[in-house]
């Protein structure tokens, strides 16, 4: 058999699965409202929480950094690519945080995977939550670790493991998101927190879907919750609007994650403009108490909503709602109907989401008026009359 039959018996099954992915086109900015395909449609389906990806004020900083500096950071870090503008956005991300030091990624997979490879190894033991990211799960493949999964927001089974798995003078760390990515839920950081204390483990808490909306100032389910993570990783790409990550605690793990990550080591340094948006988009995530507020009115309001219609939609505090379907056929016909209805919201399939979780992951922003949710309950609304 030749290797492209291969390929396409693959791609085959994939299709037969319900599970061929074809990414939707859109045409302008990213706000409350898209076109999408050609059409116009309230989006509901982004992580751009705060409504910040066309801010005129992060736009304009990037402008100018471009103006300046250029684009490209001509090569890795370690090389020819470390502007001073790098280390300047790096120490107010580390600020916002309030920790000692932070270390600017291209992406928020590049910083998950780097991390956790750089600061265990072959030698080392993570117990990692069973519903983490897969940046995090790849990280610890790279590590070579021996990991332990335990069960979803559990910290029984966590501490059940630590107990029976944990070996004395070993490098350990536990590993979690503090809000979960497909089903909105929070991590027990307080009790994570203790067990990694009482079991000499380092907290690894990734923050990508918390920071700018939960949290004094937006800085995360961590300072909401009162505790320190050992390390703690942050995406821009989300609540802030624009792209790229970051790494944040003591400085010599910092110091080690930018010695020993090879997606930090081996890739060419973010754009200088990328750094500039981002010290832009820091002093407006602060700032942002009204927005926090309006998108989780708008999360409690349509969680509330979809439930009365009969969706079955996961519990949470977060904008973040999961609606579950099932079947990724299933999911997808609901997907393409509400398009047709004037409503954007991208199904979810395996293996982004276990086989049966098939979903609608429903995400509002603070940009989106109370007008645009009452549209979009009514866009469901229709749909569920449509398939009945």
Known sequence: MRFLDHIQDSLARHVAAGLLRRPRTVTGPQGPVITVDGRTAICLCSNNYLGLADHPAIAAAAQVALGHLGYGAA??????????????????????????????????????????????????????????????????????????????????????LLVRQRRAGVPALILTESVFSMDGDLAPLVVLRQLADR???????DEAHALGVLGPSGRGLAARDGIIPDLLIGTLGKAF?????????????????????????FSTAPSPSLAAAALAAADLVEHADDRRATVLRH?????????????????????????????????????????????FAHGIRPPTVPAGTSRLRITPMATHSDEHVDAALAAFRAAREQAR
Request: proline share 4%; with cysteine.
């Open 199 to 205: 079991f000499g483990c380092g907290l690894v808490v």
């Open 75 to 160: 090569a890795s870090r370690h090389i020819s690519g470390t502007m001073d503008l790098h280390r300047v956005a790096e120490a107010r991300l580390a600020r916002f945080v309030q920790q000692p030091r932070a270390l600017l990624f291209s992406t928020g997979y590049a910083a998950n995977t780097g991390a956790v490879q750089a600061i265990t190894g072959p030698d080392a033991q993570i117990f990692s939550d069973e519903l983490n990211h897969a940046s995090l799960i790849d990280g610890c493949r790279l590590s070579r670790a021996q990991v332990h999964v335990y069960r979803h927001r559990d910290p029984g089974h966590l501490e059940q």
């Open 299 to 343: 999360s409690e309001r349509l969680r509330r909503e979809l439930r009365a219609l009969d969706y079955r939609v996961l519990d949470g505090e977060t904008p973040v709602l999961p609606v579950i379907i099932g079947a990724p056929d299933a999911t997808m016909i609901l997907s393409a109907r509400l398009l047709d209805l004037g409503v």
């Open 241 to 265: 609007g624009t792209a790229g990550a970051f790494v944040a605690g003591p400085d010599d793990t910092v110091r080690l994650i930018e010695n020993r990550a090879r997606s930090y080591i």
